[in-house]
Nanobody, 129 residues
Framework: QAHLVESGGGLVQAGMSLRLSCTGS????????VGWFRQAAGKEREFVAC????????DYTESVKARFTISRDNAKNAVYLEMNSLEQEDAAVYYC??????????????????????WGQGTQVTVSS
């Protein structure tokens, strides 16, 4: 059974950095676009960032564009989210997910969560003031 595992979350002070990792087991991530989403307590899940299967394009929600970087290492079957200058508003459970690229691998990664078919269990990020 395929699954995704997120790691790297934790408690940090505002202004500090964290690097989240998403690894696949039973799923070859290089065949998929990968997204990061987050859900803060009492709020709906929201899109954070995504990256195409080949790493050549990515997208971010506006609030993290200047601070977060998504990357991937297909040789390690992993996708990363580097988060800098963390703010209290970034505190949430962060999830990675995979999306089909299309039979011609032409689909761009998307912010639409219903396009993602496999989700990890999440990793908690807590930001203190």
């Amino acid at each position: 059974q395929a699954h995704l595992v997120e790691s790297g979350g934790g408690l940090v002070q505002a202004g500090m950095s964290l690097r989240l990792s998403c690894t696949g087991s039973g799923r070859t991530l290089s065949l998929y676009n990968v997204g990061w989403f987050r859900q803060a307590a009492g709020k709906e899940r929201e899109f954070v960032a995504c990256i195409n299967w080949n790493g050549r394009s990515s997208d971010y929600t506006e609030s993290v564009k200047a601070r977060f970087t998504i990357s991937r290492d297909n040789a390690k079957n992993a996708v990363y989210l580097e988060m800098n200058s963390l703010e209290q508003e970034d505190a949430a459970v962060y999830y990675c997910a995979t999306a089909f690229t299309g039979f011609d691998r032409g689909r761009s990664c998307t912010s639409v969560d219903s396009e993602y078919d496999l989700w990890g269990q999440g990793t908690q990020v807590t930001v203190s003031s």
